[in-house]
Antibody, heavy 122, light 109 residues
């Protein structure tokens, strides 16, 4: 059974870079067929998709965050990571990593990490 | 448009049927997926594609779509179904942007 686990600092200072890692267990990122995404949820609000990466390294980012986001993959560690630069208080949120099922006519995130709360504050 | 619109709140009597809807231009081209989120927990996929349920999701959950509207139906709602429900689809512009609805708070009375 594939499981995802986010890790990283829970507190980041304004203007710095938020860095999170998602460790995949019970399956290999390199097996292909899935996209690996980051999604966030501001306190008491809805879900916002940040971007995804494929095991080959190809990425796609939400245009609203594209200038500040980098998602990378380390297949040797079975991990993928998120970096969000120049953070402000508006980036305070619960950050989830998730696996997306491959499909031409639907998006479906079938496995999610438990989420990690990141607060941006000095 | 990349927007998906949901009613903020819906209520249902225990054991009755409830439909939660999601509207958006992208739903004319793409199926919606539906997620259940309980307080303090990660979202859980309950319906995806035309009407597919992941393993472990009760068959009282079903999905449908017509025009620009997708629906999640719970037939015989249970107390444990009280949660926030989010729809998700792809942006209608043909790129890979994924969008979520604002969520519907379901109360089981």
């Amino acid at each position: 059974q594939v499981q995802l686990q986010e890790s990283g600092p829970g507190l980041v200072k304004p203007s710095q870079t938020l860095s999170l890692t998602c460790t995949v267990s019970g399956g290999s990122i390199s097996s292909g067929g899935y996209y690996w995404s980051w999604i966030r949820q501001h306190p008491g609000k809805g879900l916002e998709w940040i971007g995804y990466i494929y095991y080959s390294g190809s990425t796609y980012y939400n245009p609203s965050l594209k200038s500040r986001v980098t998602i990378s993959v380390d297949t040797s560690k079975n991990q993928f990571s998120l970096k969000l630069s120049s953070v402000t208080a508006a980036d305070t949120a619960v950050y989830y990593c998730a696996r997306e099922l491959p499909s031409p006519n639907t998006d479906a995130f079938d496995i999610w990490g438990q989420g990690t709360m990141v607060t941006v504050s000095s | 448009s990349s927007e998906l619109t949901q009613d903020p709140a819906v209520s249902v009597a225990l054991g009755q049927t409830v439909r939660i809807t999601c509207q958006g231009d992208s739903l004319r081209s793409y199926y919606a997926s539906w997620y259940q989120q309980k307080p303090g927990q990660a979202p859980v996929l309950v319906i995806y594609g035309k009407n597919n349920r992941p393993s472990g999701i009760p068959d009282r959950f079903s999905g449908s779509s017509s025009g620009n509207t997708a629906s999640l139906t719970i037939t015989g709602a249970q107390a444990e179904d009280e949660a926030d429900y989010y729809c998700n689809s792809r942006d209608s512009s043909g790129n890979h942007l994924k969008v979520f609805g604002g969520g519907t708070k379901l109360t089981v009375l």
